[in-house]
């Protein structure tokens, strides 16, 4: 069974503030889709591609108190464009699950299950100066399960001073977690490695990344370096985390301060 329903109307709509609802409990949550028209250039309007992040900044979704997802609403676009979704004006998904994946049960394991959970909370702050006219919150969902598996987008600051190859060795390695994706949000990458316990999982160039992504479906994002361990649409190919060395080597062709995001499935 599947259901799409609205959920209670967040508060705090205006300027600067923080807008926030409870997604109702109950049923399992596998897409969230924001709804908002605001005034852009002092007329009403359903928000385009490029005016979410006119509007909105960060977006958050919290569990018993313990974000799962923080991503700016640029972020949030280009990750939706990156998966294939064309935009409709007025909304912005946020999908929990993979609906690409092939595999029987694949497709729902990262689904926001709320069977033992008491608080779920989606945050969305509005920029200063901007008026928005209405917002609602709306669930794709599917029966009943319980809180296990679930999808968690991360984003670590990275301040690059220099141009050349930079080593990042800080990622999260734990057990219960494996990564999925991951996106710089600057195109100023030419190689990239990635190393698990000093063995290459990744050594790519501009050019074969983006073959890479087109193969798999893909649809690379002008003003990102993206890579998607699931090119081949199976989470068996997921990283496990749990290991004592995990380092991405990307080499930078400018200096400046990024941001890399993560995407990967949690079981705690």
Request: aromatic share 8%.
């Given at each position: 069974?599947?259901?799409?329903?609205?959920?209670?109307?967040?508060?705090?709509?205006?300027?600067?503030?923080?807008?926030?609802?409870?997604?109702?409990?109950?049923?399992?949550?596998?897409?969230?889709?924001?709804?908002?028209?605001?005034?852009?250039?002092?007329?009403?309007?359903?928000?385009?591609?490029?005016?979410?992040?006119?509007?909105?900044?960060?977006?958050?979704?919290?569990?018993?108190?313990?974000?799962?997802?923080?991503?700016?609403?640029?972020?949030?676009?280009?990750?939706?464009?990156?998966?294939?979704?064309?935009?409709?004006n007025g909304t912005?998904?946020?999908?929990?699950?993979?609906?690409?994946?092939?595999?029987?049960?694949?497709?729902?394991?990262?689904?926001?299950?709320?069977?033992?959970?008491?608080?779920?909370?989606?945050?969305?702050?509005?920029?200063?100066?901007?008026?928005?006219?209405s917002l609602e919150?709306?669930?794709?969902?599917?029966?009943?399960?319980?809180?296990?598996?679930?999808?968690?987008?991360?984003?670590?600051?990275?301040?690059?001073?220099?141009?050349?190859?930079?080593?990042?060795?800080?990622?999260?390695?734990?057990?219960?977690?494996?990564?999925?994706?991951?996106?710089?949000?600057?195109?100023?990458?030419?190689?990239?490695?990635?190393?698990?316990?000093?063995?290459?999982?990744?050594?790519?160039?501009?050019?074969?990344?983006?073959?890479?992504?087109?193969?798999?479906?893909?649809?690379?994002?002008?003003?990102?370096?993206?890579?998607?361990?699931?090119?081949?649409?199976?989470?068996?190919?997921?990283?496990?985390?749990?290991?004592?060395?995990?380092?991405?080597?990307?080499?930078?062709?400018?200096?400046?301060?990024?941001?890399?995001?993560?995407?990967?499935?949690?079981?705690?």
């Amino acid at each position: 069974m599947q259901i799409y329903t609205k959920m209670p109307t967040p508060g705090s709509i205006g300027a600067g503030q923080t807008a926030s609802t409870k997604l109702i409990l109950g049923y399992t949550h596998n897409r969230i889709d924001i709804r908002c028209n605001a005034q852009i250039a002092a007329a009403p309007k359903d928000l385009a591609a490029a005016d979410w992040t006119t509007v909105f900044g960060d977006i958050r979704i919290i569990v018993n108190g313990q974000t799962k997802i923080e991503i700016a609403a640029k972020d949030a676009v280009a990750r939706a464009q990156f998966f294939g979704y064309v935009l409709q004006n007025g909304t912005l998904p946020i999908d929990l699950t993979m609906p690409f994946l092939k595999l029987p049960g694949d497709a729902q394991v990262s689904g926001y299950g709320t069977t033992g959970v008491a608080t779920m909370i989606i945050e969305m702050d509005i920029n200063a100066g901007q008026t928005v006219n209405s917002l609602e919150v709306y669930s794709l969902q599917t029966g009943p399960s319980n809180w296990g598996h679930h999808l968690e987008i991360q984003r670590f600051s990275q301040n690059i001073g220099v141009v050349g190859k930079v080593e990042i060795a800080d990622l999260p390695k734990t057990a219960g977690l494996v990564m999925t994706a991951f996106h710089f949000t600057t195109a100023n990458i030419s190689a990239m490695d990635v190393l698990s316990n000093q063995l290459p999982l990744l050594q790519t160039d501009a050019s074969t990344r983006a073959n890479a992504l087109m193969c798999a479906g893909r649809i690379a994002q002008a003003g990102y370096t993206s890579w998607d361990f699931l090119d081949r649409n199976m989470v068996a190919d997921s990283v496990a985390m749990q290991v004592q060395d995990f380092r991405v080597r990307p080499t930078f062709t400018a200096a400046g301060n990024f941001y890399l995001i993560t995407e990967g499935i949690a079981s705690f």
